[in-house]
């Protein structure tokens, strides 16, 4: 028997069957997890958003600094152990994020070369630049809800700059809800601190060093070890301010010196910015 549709003559089993024939299951979409991570960059514009309005109100901005480290280790050393040690912090702290690093610091001048702009690879810019570049993105910070904006720097040279931004932010924010911080424990302890962990264990501060020496080298091999040329470094001769390290020696530096002093920064500062913002 056959059924007849318009023109043509279809078997009426066949017909039957384009109407019964049983619907194939198509995949649904499934929402996908929100990646388990403090990293900004790693989220989507709607991730943070929701994280933010869940209670995320915390951004950590770690500042670094592209600047020579001596022969051995390399110039990307406080970008890569800033970042490192944020992380640390803002997973510690449950409620932060943490926002790119500020690679473009103050490092003297370029003509003449002064500091470290003496060696090759070394970036710098001037003070007031840099200065707006933090003001900039704290201002951001705050137009996307976050209410508590931590600066962590791991750089000497410009450590009353950030302190003069963060003035300068709580001045024109008052009465807002945001706030600006740089908490002293996170400089201070990865370098007096960490200077006096190792004078107890014998070092002296002829080897400890202030750039590129003992203290520095170690908390590089405990954070990002990569950055460190640690079979070169072992069998180079003292290295001196020629060679860019300051009053220091580090062919004795290792991961093992230096995790007490990574553990003592990322406590003390955690502990720091929950005292800060926990007031009112």
Do not use: C
């Not at 007096?192 to 091999?221: V, Y």
């Not at 062919?251 to 913002?277: F, H, M, N, Y």
């Amino acid at each position: 028997m056959k059924l007849r549709i318009g023109a043509l003559a279809v078997p009426v089993a066949l017909s039957l069957g384009l109407f019964l024939a049983p619907r194939i299951a198509l995949p649904t979409a499934q929402a996908q997890p929100v990646p388990r991570t403090v990293m900004l960059e790693e989220l989507t514009w709607t991730e943070l958003r929701d994280q933010v309005r869940a209670g995320k109100t915390t951004v950590i901005v770690p500042i670094g600094g592209t600047e020579q480290s001596g022969p051995d280790v390399a110039l990307g050393k406080h970008n890569a152990r800033a970042l490192y040690l944020s992380r640390r912090i803002a997973e510690a702290l449950g409620d932060a994020i943490v926002a790119p690093v500020i690679a473009y610091v103050p490092e003297g001048g370029y003509d003449p070369p002064t500091s470290h702009m003496r060696f090759p690879g070394t970036i710098t810019v001037p003070d007031d630049v840099f200065e707006k570049t933090l003001a900039s993105a704290a201002n951001g910070f705050k137009a996307h809800g976050f209410r508590n904006i931590v600066f962590l720097g791991d750089h000497g040279g410009y450590q009353k700059d950030v302190q003069r931004v963060v003035a300068q932010l709580n001045k024109a924010w008052g009465g807002s809800g945001a706030r600006a911080f740089v908490p002293p424990a996170y400089y201070e302890t990865s370098s007096e601190g960490f200077a006096a962990l190792l004078r107890a264990k014998g070092f002296r501060d002829d080897e400890i060093g202030t750039h590129a020496g003992l203290a520095d080298t170690s908390l590089q091999l405990a954070t990002v070890p990569g950055m460190v040329r640690e079979a070169r470094l072992r069998d180079a001769p003292k290295p001196g301010p020629a060679d860019g390290v300051y009053g220091g020696d580090p062919r004795r530096a290792s991961a093992e010196l230096g995790k007490p002093g990574v553990e003592a920064i990322v406590s003390q500062t955690v502990e720091a910015i929950r005292k800060d913002t926990a007031r009112p």
